[in-house]
C-alpha cells in the first residue's frame, strides 16, 4: 500500500511538472515566515506569535520580486495586548527563494512604523513609507541587497500627507498618493525625500489609495469621497498635479471605495474597488472615457470577490483583477477565466497584482489569516503547478474589512468545528473591555457580524487601536483593527 501511495504521488508530480513543461511556464505558491524569532536580553532567542498583512509587490529590475507590508508581533504567554508593529519588505529571487527581509524600525518615533507603501528607484533602490497612526512616520532608503542608506521623519501631521500609494515617474523622480485633513492629495517628491509640488484637491471629505501616472506624464487618482455615504472617487490631473475633472460613483449607497486605477492601452482608464448594497460587498470594475465617462460597469459578486484591490491590463488588452482569487474579463465584460489562489487574505496595496514577462503573474496574500506571507506566481490562465503550504487552517479563524476603517467595519469569521458559546470582545490599546458583540449563527462555515464603531455607551469610539477578539470554549484569537476616522 505505502508503495502504491509512492507511485501514485510520484505520477501525480510529474503530471504537473510535464504540463507545466507543456505550457512554458514555471509557476509556484511560496510561504514565508521571516520574523517568527528575535532576541530578547534575559530571554535569548524565542519563538513569537506573527500577524502578518501584505500590501504591494513589485518585479524588480533584476527580474526578483520585492513585497511590503508589516506584521504584528507577541509572546504566547503573554497578555494578548503586548504587541510590536513593523512595516517591512522583503525580496526574493525569480524564483521565490527568500533573498532579504527587513523590519522597519525607526528611532525617531513614539511607535513602531507599519503600513508600508514602497517604490524602486532608477539605480535600483528602494524607498519606503510608513506611518504609526499615531501621528508619526518614516521614509526609509535601502540599496538593493536591503541594507538601509537612510532614514528620515515623514510625519503625516507635519508633511501633511498621510501616504497609500506611491510610484516612480517617468522622470524618474516618485509620485504619492494619500490624504491631507481628510483630503485627496497628491505630492511628487525626489528620490531623496524633496518635496517638488504638492496638490490638496478641495472634494469634501476624501482619500486617494492609488496613483497612476499615464502616457502624457499626468495622473490617474481613485479612491474614496465621504461628505454623506461612501462614493468612489476618480481624478484626473495633467503632469503638474492641476485637476482636469473629478468624477464620483455611487453604487448601491454606502461603503463605496476605489481602490486602484489604471490607463489602458487605448488611454481609457479602469479603477476597481468594492460596493455594499444590503446584504454584502461586492467587487466592482469601472471603465472611463478620458472625459471621464464611464463606458461601463461590471459587479463581480462571487462569495470570493467582497472586493478587488489590484488590476492589470494583459498583453491581449483584456483585464485581470485580484480580490479574493483572481479573474480575467475582456472588453465585453465577459469572464475568460477564473482562478482561487493560495491564501485567504490577498493585499491590501493598488499594486498587489503584476504581470511578468511570460504572460504569468504574481500576487501576494497571507495565509490562516496572517501567520504566514505567501507569494503566488501563476500562468497566463491563472494556474499553479507547485503550492508549499504549511500546515492545515486553523479550526478558528477571523479576518476584518475594511481595515483600517473611517466608521465601521465586517468581522467575517470561518470555523471548521461547531462554536460552542462564541462571543466577541473589542478591546482598545490598555485592554480595556469596551463592547461586545453578539454571535448568533454557531454553525459550520463563514458568517459576519458588523462592528459599527461605537463603545457600550453607543459613542463613536476615537482614532487608534483596538483588538477584536473571538472566543469559544477555552480557545480564542486576536486580530488588530486601527480607526482612522
Known sequence: MKNKFIFLLFTFTFCLLSFSFLFGQDTWTKTYNPFCEEYIPDMGWIELEVDYEVEDVLVTQDGGYVVSGSFDRWIDDDPPFWFDHWGFLMKTDCDGNLLWAKGDSVVFMDENGYEVNFTETEDGDFISIGDDDFGGGYMIKRDSEGNREWAIPYHPAEQGLGVFSMQTTEDHNIILAGRSNYNATLRKITPDGVTIWTQVYDVGSSMAYSVYQRSDGGYLLTGISFPGDD????????????????????????????????????????SVGRVRNAKSYYGIIIKLDTLGDILWTKILDDGLLHWIGSAVQTKDNNYVVQGGKLVKIDENQNVIWEEPLVGQVFGGGDRNL???????????????WGDYIVLNKTDSLGQIYSIEEPGNQNNISINIFPNPI??????????????????????????????????ENNVLGIHEINWDGKSFDGKEVHNGIYFIKLERDNDSIVKKVTKIK
Open 406 to 439: 473611517l466608521d465601521n467595519c465586517t468581522i467575517l469569521f470561518n470555523n471548521y468545528i461547531t462554536l460552542k458559546d462564541p462571543h466577541i470582545t473589542v478591546y482598545n490599546i490598555k485592554g480595556q473591555k469596551i463592547r461586545e458583540l453578539k454571535v
Open 231 to 270: 462614493d468612489i472617487l476618480v481624478i484626473k490631473t495633467n503632469a503638474n498635479g492641476d485637476s482636469l475633472w473629478t468624477r464620483t460613483f455611487d453604487g448601491y449607497g454606502d461603503n463605496d471605495y476605489g481602490y486602484c486605477i489604471i490607463e489602458t492601452s487605448e488611454e481609457n482608464y479602469i
Open 354 to 368: 503584476q504581470e511578468i514577462s511570460d504572460g504569468g503573474f504574481i500576487c501576494t496574500s497571507v495565509i490562516n
